[in-house]
């Protein structure tokens, strides 16, 4: 009875130990999956951290310590962080660049403008200048015309003084004793007509026109319409007496 039932109790411990050892295998395999995840999981964010340092440019330095702290999070599922501080400092320190750029532009394009407007204004003074002097200069000149003009015609006047006392000292010095003249016309063409009146005879008379012909002023001289008349028991011919004379004589000033 011992025997059976301590074999009987043999059989009935054998599943249980068979029980327990199933279940070590179980978790020793359970505890191998969760070891082998784990170390898939961190061996995935090593690979992805490198790859996020590659990307950024970041490596570690001679000791192996990281110069930096990294983020573990994919940036490819999140927003990229911007540091608004800094990135408004540089912000500002280009604008207020660009804004000197572009006040020192508009101040030099006022200089320029400036520089124009006092070129222009300068032409303009030196135009007017200049109109200023040629309207003084032509008032001279109209002046130095009006004076020039008077000596012109002070000149003419004395010039033909001179030039009719020169023809009258040619008839003084052609004329005979016997002669007069009572009428004269003509003008400094050279061709003139006198009334001559001659004393006694015809024959002064002829020899009055042979006078004239000798003279080289001369260049001709004729006696018309010859007749007598008698005045105070004198008698006298009367007779018109025609004379050319070389116009030369009247730019004869001596």
Known sequence: MFGIQGEKNKNNDSP????????????????ETLSTEQNERNGGVSNKLD??????????????????KTNLIDTDDVATFIDWKSSSSIFISYFLVLLIIIS????????????????????????????????????KAEEVDRLQKKMIAFETILDNHIYWTNFFDYIEDNTL??????????????????????????????????????????????????????????????????????????????
């Open 16 to 31: 249980n130990k068979e029980g327990k050892v199933d279940n070590k295998k179980i978790i020793s395999e359970y505890d």
């Open 51 to 68: 790859a996020l340092k590659e990307k950024l440019g970041l490596h570690s330095s001679a000791t192996g310590e990281s110069g930096i």
């Open 177 to 254: 004793a016997q002669v007069s003249y009572q009428q004269f016309s003509g003008e400094t063409d050279g061709e003139y007509s006198l009334l001559a009146k001659a004393e006694n005879s015809f024959f002064t008379a002829g020899e009055q026109l042979k006078k004239f012909k000798e003279d080289e002023l001369t260049v001709a001289a004729d006696a018309s319409q010859l007749s007598l008349s008698s005045r105070e028991g004198n008698t006298f011919v009367n007779f018109i007496f025609s004379l050319k004379v070389d116009p030369k004589i009247f730019y004869n000033k001596e």
């Open 104 to 139: 020192g532009g508009m101040a030099y394009l006022t200089f320029l403008e400036g520089e124009k407007e006092k070129k222009a204004t300068s032409y303009e003074e030196r135009i007017l200048a200049i109109k200023a002097n040629i309207s003084s200069e032509e008032q």
